[in-house]
């Protein structure tokens, strides 16, 4: 079965801490692992995809990259503004257009 | 924002009554896709569209229905609400033929509540 497993469940911080966030997976045959950001009450918003062990992204404080058995989304002196649930998700060879989502990240930054 | 609108947005209904949800987009986007947000459960996909009259089952799609009649809408269905469909409903599009890859865009979600 696809799984996809995330950790912490949550995780407090101090502003201008730094720290990173798992996500791991077993899945028939990868195609794309996404991250993404929800704040309370709206939709996930879209932050990086990767696509092969190596590759790395990245956009402002986060930094996404991927290993052939998980993925990292490490936070670089986050401020109270990045406190947000980040959620990861993969695609997979068959059904690329799907996506299998893992439970996510609470994430919590203190000023 | 995407492009995305979903209505209602939030919705208290009883039991055994249906309940449609609404998706609309403006990006001309191929693929849609409902899914529902329960707490220990994460995101879940319901059912999803790649075109016009095109759709397929997701992993909880029982009790639910979908139509597409044009690219730009697609519809959810509860036929009688049950308690268990109590949850936060989101939308969304992608297409991989935009530029964008295959990553998806999501909507502003729908809180339902079946009493």
């Known amino acids: 079965e696809d799984q996809v497993t995330q950790s912490p469940e949550a995780l407090r911080l101090q502003e201008g801490e730094s720290s990173s966030l798992n996500c791991s997976y077993t899945?028939?045959?990868?195609?794309?692992l996404f991250w993404y950001r929800q704040d309370p009450g709206k939709g996930p918003e879209f932050l990086f995809t990767?696509?092969?062990a190596g590759e790395e992204k990245e956009k402002e404080r986060l930094k996404a990259t991927l290993t052939k058995k998980e993925s990292f989304l490490h936070i670089t002196a986050p401020k109270p503004e990045d406190s947000a649930t980040y959620l990861c998700?993969?695609?997979?060879?068959?059904?690329?257009?799907?996506?299998?989502f893992g439970q996510g990240t609470r994430l919590t930054i203190n000023p | 924002d995407a492009g995305i609108t979903q209505s209602p947005r939030h919705k208290v209904t009883e039991t055994g009554t249906p309940v449609t949800l609404r998706c609309h987009q403006t990006?001309?986007?191929?693929?849609m896709y409902w899914y529902r947000q329960d707490p220990g459960h994460g995101l879940r996909l319901i059912h999803y569209?790649?075109?016009?009259?095109?759709?397929d089952k997701g992993e909880v799609s029982d009790g639910y229905s979908v139509s597409r009649s044009k690219t730009e809408d697609f519809l959810l269905t509860l036929e009688s609400a049950t308690s268990s469909q109590t949850s936060v409903y989101f939308c969304?599009?992608?297409?991989?033929?935009?530029?964008?890859?295959?990553?998806?865009?999501f909507g502003p979600g729908t809180r339902l509540t079946v009493t």
């Open positions: 969304a599009i992608s297409d991989p033929w935009s530029g964008r890859g295959n990553e998806q865009y």
């Open positions: 899945v028939s045959g990868l195609r794309g």
């Open positions: 990767l696509y092969s």
């Open positions: 998700a993969v695609s997979l060879v068959q059904g690329a257009q799907k996506l299998v």
């Open positions: 990006e001309n986007h191929r693929y």
């Open positions: 569209s790649y075109g016009v009259k095109d759709t």
